[in-house]
């Protein structure tokens, strides 16, 4: 069986890049050692205080950023931290050329319920400041903590999956990752039905007509409510993702946060063959204002990506 060490070095990894990404990996077994034991250490629950964004922050979620600070700083190739849970980036002082974004513990609201949540994160170069295009993203990947527990994994042109072990190493378990370029799910929050606009209205209304209506096929609708746990069935059996721009989001730009939420799974997706977008702009394309700058998001199998951007042009 091949580790992630190994595949790293078989695929000729730039060693300094390797490293942070093993950094990464390294940090994702920890947390994922935190969270099986949390129920047990009384771990869950809120701390009392916010994040950046007025969220209330989860002790796992500070527990986890804490973990993925540890272990960046550790490595002198890492020269800066973006995380959603501090409000400023972290500068470690070090020369090191690489740039690290992440949400240490997306999907924290499903903790309480034993859902799947994950580690999101994306790697940079340093010189290329804090507010990079998500074409600039040199590699990006998640873990996912479940039933296993999976890193996915792409330098920008191929996605890998990774399984943990039973002795903490991550051990490869899928290459060349496609998502199915049709599908018949789609994930939306539809409790949001009553902000959406024309454009989300529309595709939706059509995936509920079902073989009556234009799509000409059943479809059926999925929502964890943790983006890696949504993304991560898109990425193995197709499907798409939504969260778009709607009334009562307008005035923050969106949801989810461009620089360690859409920007690496839209690397993941589009290198496994989807599409990424926020309705009317690529996801990747974008140019960042903030750190913390929320975005539309509309991730998945390629036909039906296309299918939303239509709606959108119509409008």
């Known amino acids: 069986m091949t580790n992630l060490a190994q595949w790293l070095s078989q695929h000729a990894v730039d060693q300094k890049l390797a490293s942070v990404v093993a950094s990464m990996a390294a940090a994702s077994v920890e947390i994922d050692q935190v969270l099986r034991r949390a129920p047990i250490t009384g771990q869950i629950g809120v701390v009392g205080r916010t994040n950046i964004q007025g969220e209330a922050q989860k002790a796992l979620d500070v527990i986890s950023n804490d973990v993925v600070l540890k272990h960046l700083q550790d490595n002198p190739e890492v020269s800066i931290l973006v995380s959603e849970e501090l409000d400023e980036a972290v500068h470690f002082g070090t020369n090191g050329p690489y740039l690290v974004a992440t949400d240490p513990l997306d999907g924290s609201s499903n903790l309480d319920v034993n859902v799947t949540v994950g580690t999101i994160f994306s790697v940079l170069d340093a ?160 140019q960042p204002n903030d750190i913390h700058q929320r975005v539309p998001v509309i991730l998945g199998s390629a036909e039906e990506v296309a299918r939303v951007e239509a709606w959108y042009e119509r409008g």
């Open 127 to 286: 010189a290329g400041g804090l507010l990079q295009k998500g074409s600039a993203q040199l590699a990006a990947g998640y873990a996912a903590y479940g039933p296993a527990t999976n890193l996915v994994l792409t330098f920008g042109q191929d996605v890998t999956v990774f399984t943990l072990d039973l002795d903490g190493d991550w051990v490869l378990s899928k290459e060349g990752l496609r998502i199915a370029p049709a599908s018949e799910e789609y994930a939306i929050n539809t409790a949001r039905e009553r902000f959406w606009d024309a454009a989300t209205k529309g595709y939706v209304a059509e995936n509920v007509a079902g073989e009556s209506g234009p799509a000409g096929k059943r479809y059926n609708m999925r929502w964890v409510g943790s983006m890696v746990a949504d993304i991560h069935r898109i990425l193995m059996r197709g499907g798409i993702f939504m969260y778009p721009l709607d009334s009562e989001t307008m005035s923050k730009g969106g949801r989810l946060r461009l620089l360690y939420e859409a920007n690496p799974m839209a690397l993941l997706v589009t290198a496994a063959g989807g599409g990424a977008t926020t309705g009317r702009q690529k996801i990747l394309d974008l």
